[in-house]
């Protein structure tokens, strides 16, 4: 089965006060984890990340790396939720998903303080 991914995957930012809400879903969209990260320290930057994923679900390895990314390059406290999910994934495509979402992250990033 060849899909394209990039069509089916989405970001949807969220502000929320001075926070930011990042949603990152595809094919049949659910929550299977989210992090939040948040400033512990601000010279330098330090960033703590708490997680919580539903039993089954592998997500949380991604959504803890995007909020950590996002909260340290906006100085502001962001949470990531994610939940993507296609039948009958080859390890190729799981790699390829893995890699169009690091992109979207990295394009959301782009220009922004």
Same mark, same amino acid.
């Given at each position: 089965? =060849?899909?394209?991914?990039?069509?089916? +995957? =989405? +970001?949807?930012?969220?502000?929320?006060? $001075?926070?930011?809400?990042?949603?990152?879903?595809?094919?049949?969209?659910?929550?299977?984890?989210?992090?939040?990260?948040?400033?512990?320290?601000?010279?330098?930057?330090?960033?703590?990340?708490? =997680?919580? *994923?539903?039993?089954?679900?592998?997500?949380? +390895?991604? =959504?803890?790396?995007?909020?950590? /990314?996002?909260?340290?390059?906006?100085?502001?406290?962001?949470?990531?939720?994610?939940?993507?999910?296609?039948?009958?994934? /080859? $390890?190729?495509?799981?790699?390829?998903?893995? *890699? +169009?979402?690091?992109?979207?992250?990295? *394009?959301?990033?782009?220009?922004?303080?």
């Amino acid at each position: 089965m =060849t899909a394209n991914y990039a069509e089916a +995957l =989405t +970001l949807e930012e969220i502000e929320v006060g $001075r926070d930011k809400l990042i949603i990152i879903k595809g094919g049949e969209a659910h929550i299977g984890a989210v992090s939040t990260a948040y400033l512990v320290h601000n010279n330098p930057i330090r960033v703590k990340v708490e =997680t919580m *994923s539903v039993p089954g679900h592998k997500e949380h +390895l991604l =959504t803890e790396k995007f909020a950590r /990314q996002c909260a340290e390059h906006l100085c502001q406290t962001v949470t990531v939720v994610m939940g993507i999910h296609f039948d009958h994934l /080859q $390890r190729s495509e799981i790699d390829q998903i893995v *890699s +169009l979402t690091e992109s979207m992250v990295a *394009s959301f990033l782009e220009g922004k303080v």
